[in-house]
T-cell receptor, first 115, second 113 residues
Framework: AQSVTQPDIHITVSEGASLELRCNYS??????LFWYVQSPGQGLQLLLK??????LVQGIKGFEAEFKRSQSSFNLRKPSVHWSDAAEYFC?????????????FGDGTTLTVKP | DSGVTQTPKHLITATGQRVTLRCSPR?????VYWYQQSLDQGLQFLIQ???????AKGNILERFSAQQFPDLHSELNLSSLELGDSALYFC????????????FGPGTRLTVL
């Protein structure tokens, strides 16, 4: 069965500092991987996705993520955090082509940005 | 704005009652997904419909049911409500049946008293 682990429940960084949010997945085949962001009271917004090809994926809002098959990881990074990045971040692994709807989400990492 | 709309935004009801949550997908999207987000369970996939037919099922209780109508909007029906059903319910949509890129609506917050 597929699973996603986000080891950090809460991370605090200073504005302008770099950010890395960790995500580890368990999946039998090549996974579809996603990062979503959820601001308070809002739905989830897709930041970026990995399906295949280049393992370094660029997303919106200056975010990027790197797929590392050997480590079963898909960590999210941003070189310089802005106060507006404070939100909850979810990593997700999508299903195979036979169960695409069964995406599995991690428990989320809450990001706090200090001024 | 993802283009996915959900109504109502908030819903407060009592135990034992039945409610219906509505979702309109993005224009052109044929797949609709329902998720439940609660503090203790996190974000859980409930069910997926594609062009009116059920395609995938997740952790959906028997007291819950859903359907997708010919105009592609979807409804999630929750019956015999319990306190533990209090949660945020999200709808998402995608273009294809097997398209993993989903666009989420703003959610319906259900409070069961």
């Amino acid at each position: 069965a597929q699973s996603v682990t986000q080891p950090d429940i809460h991370i605090t960084v200073s504005e302008g500092a770099s950010l890395e949010l960790r995500c580890n997945y368990s999946y039998g085949a090549t996974p579809y991987l996603f990062w979503y962001v959820q601001s308070p009271g809002q739905g989830l917004q897709l930041l970026l996705k990995y399906f295949s090809g280049d393992t370094l994926v660029q997303g919106i809002k200056g975010f990027e993520a790197e797929f590392k098959r050997s480590q079963s990881s898909f960590n999210l990074r941003k070189p310089s955090v802005h106060w507006s990045d404070a939100a909850e971040y979810f990593c997700a692994v999508g299903g195979s082509r036979t169960n695409a709807g069964k995406s599995t989400f991690g428990d989320g990492t809450t990001l706090t940005v200090k001024p | 704005d993802s283009g996915v709309t959900q109504t109502p935004k908030h819903l407060i009801t009592a135990t034992g009652q039945r409610v219906t949550l509505r979702c309109s997908p993005r224009s052109g999207d044929l797949s609709v997904y329902w998720y439940q987000q609660s503090l203790d369970q996190g974000l859980q996939f409930l069910i997926q419909y594609y062009n009116g037919e059920e395609r995938a099922k997740g952790n959906i209780l028997e007291r819950f049911s859903a359907q997708q109508f010919p105009d592609l909007h979807s409804e999630l029906n929750l019956s015999s409500l319990e306190l533990g059903d209090s949660a945020l319910y999200f709808c998402a949509s995608s273009v294809e049946e097997l398209d993993n890129e989903q666009f989420f609506g703003p959610g319906t917050r259900l409070t069961v008293l």
